[in-house]
């Protein structure tokens, strides 16, 4: 059973800070990996889909890498913004199914 | 195109009531997702559809939750009778193809008394 743990749970950074999200994964033999983002209380959003044969996917400020034989993916934020606060969510892709990790809360300080 | 379109967005009711949630998805996708969130258990996928039939039900809880999606635009998830714990938030999302790029309504929040 695929399972997806994501860390840290919660970060909290000032403004202006570079970060790096993390998801790792216990089977590799996924499809692809994909970035949401959730603001509370609402749906998701789609940030970056990263093909199982890419190694990473830039959209912006956004750059999300793959490693499937090590079975982890990274979100890097680049020059955080208070409207960057939000939960992150990493998915994988096996068949037609997405498992989700739990998310981390992301706090973008003034 | 409006993005995949969730109605009600709030649910109200009672227990032994029945519910039914509504979803269309964006034009054109051919593969339709029901996801439940709750915060004991993250986002949990129910049932997904491709071409309107139901490909796998693994994730449904139980026979009290149904789901159907009688033509390409539209989908109903419906629990028959409702109880508290199925009070969270109902998701429903669509893709080009099955290991495609998901996108997802923006929710039905259910609580039920």
Same mark, same amino acid.
């Given at each position: 059973k695929q399972e997806v743990t994501q860390i840290p749970a919660a970060l909290s950074v000032p403004e202006g800070e570079n970060l790096v999200l993390n998801c790792s994964f216990t089977d590799s033999a996924i499809y692809n990996l994909q970035w949401f983002r959730q603001d509370p209380g609402k749906g998701l959003t789609s940030l970056l889909l990263i093909q199982s044969s890419q190694r990473e996917q830039t959209s912006g400020r956004l750059n999300a890498s793959l490693d499937k034989s090590s079975g982890r993916s990274t979100l890097y934020i680049a020059a955080?913004?208070?409207?960057?606060?939000a939960t992150y969510l990493c998915a994988v892709v096996h068949g037609s199914r997405l498992t989700f990790g739990e998310g981390t809360q992301l706090t973008v300080n003034p | 195109d409006a993005g995949v379109i969730q109605s009600p967005r709030h649910e109200v009711t009672e227990m032994g009531q029945e519910v039914t949630l509504r979803c269309k998805p964006i034009s054109g996708h051919d593969y339709l997702f029901w996801y439940r969130q709750t915060m004991m258990r993250g986002l949990e996928l129910l049932i997904y559809f491709n071409n309107n039939v139901p490909? /796998?039900?693994?994730?449904?809880?139980? /026979?009290r939750f149904s789901a159907k999606m009688p033509n390409a635009s539209f989908s109903t998830l419906k629990i028959q009778p409702s109880e508290p714990r199925d009070s969270a938030v109902y998701f429903c999302a669509s893709s080009s193809a099955g290991y495609n790029e998901q996108f997802f309504g923006p929710g039905t929040r259910l609580t039920v008394l």
């Open positions: 955080s913004q208070p409207g960057d606060s | 490909i /796998d039900d693994s994730g449904m809880p139980e /026979d």
